[in-house]
């Protein structure tokens, strides 16, 4: 089956750096997405990888194993407003997105 | 970016009652359109995708006949509850694309439903 496994829940300090992972298993792969999600908001997009390596976009980083199933979301610099849910997302050979339950980031000054 | 918008932001309805909520992508021509539905500190989960002019395809358990979904123009989709009972409230959230292939998916704010 698909499958997608992230930690439920973190905790940070502002000013620091943490790193989300996320696992997937899917029938084909077409890309990792990651997206932030505020409460009681829509998520919005943060990175799209479907090549090995990192993307870094600003204080966020995204990082793609296509062989391990694997990916992570790096945040520097932690600030107040990233407290959020983020979710892992992958795209199977159907280009349908597989959503993973979301990592809920608290930040604490 | 891609703007898609959604009306409406929230409703409030009595059960019994059908509700029509709109997804449009403003600046951009959606050639698919997805329905999602999110309990409270859930993730996601899709209901439906619909392209334009053909029928939507709904997900294993989503009843097609509550639950009806138009996709008329390259920039509307519409999800209309049909005889809204408490259950049916929850926080709907549509999402467009440009294209099939990895195209990313851009996602309207949301409609928060609540059904007395």
């Known amino acids: 089956g698909q499958n997608i496994d992230q930690p439920t829940e973190m905790t940070a300090t502002e000013g620091a750096i943490v790193q989300i992972n996320c696992t997937y298993q899917?029938?084909?792969?077409?890309?990792l997405f990651w997206y932030q999600q505020h409460a009681g908001e829509a998520p919005t997009f943060l990175s799209y990888n479907v090549l090995d390596g990192l993307e870094e976009k600003g204080r966020f980083s995204s990082f793609l194993s296509r062989s391990k199933g694997y990916s992570y979301l790096l945040l520097k610099e932690l600030q107040m407003k990233d407290s959020a849910s983020y979710l892992c997302?992958?795209?199977?050979?159907?280009?349908?997105?597989?959503w993973g339950a979301g990592t809920k980031l608290i930040i604490k000054p | 970016g891609a703007v898609v918008s959604q009306h409406p932001s929230r409703v409030i309805c009595k059960s019994g009652t059908s509700v029509k909520i709109e997804c449009r992508s403003l600046d951009f021509q959606a050639t698919t359109m997805f329905w999602y539905r999110q309990f409270p500190k859930k993730s996601l989960m899709l209901m439906a995708t619909?392209?334009?002019?053909?029928?939507?395809?709904?997900e294993q358990g989503v009843e097609k006949d509550k639950f009806l979904i138009n996709h008329a123009s390259l920039t509307l989709s519409t999800l209309t509850v049909t005889s809204a009972h408490p259950e049916d409230s929850s926080f709907y959230i549509c999402?467009?694309?440009?294209?099939?292939?990895?195209?990313?998916?851009?996602f309207g704010p949301g409609t928060r439903l609540l059904v007395l």
């Open positions: 999402s467009a694309r440009a294209g099939l292939s990895q195209e990313t998916q851009y």
């Open positions: 619909s392209n334009e002019g053909s029928k939507a395809t709904y």
């Open positions: 899917t029938s084909g792969f077409n890309g």
């Open positions: 997302a992958a795209m199977d050979s159907n280009y349908q997105l597989i």
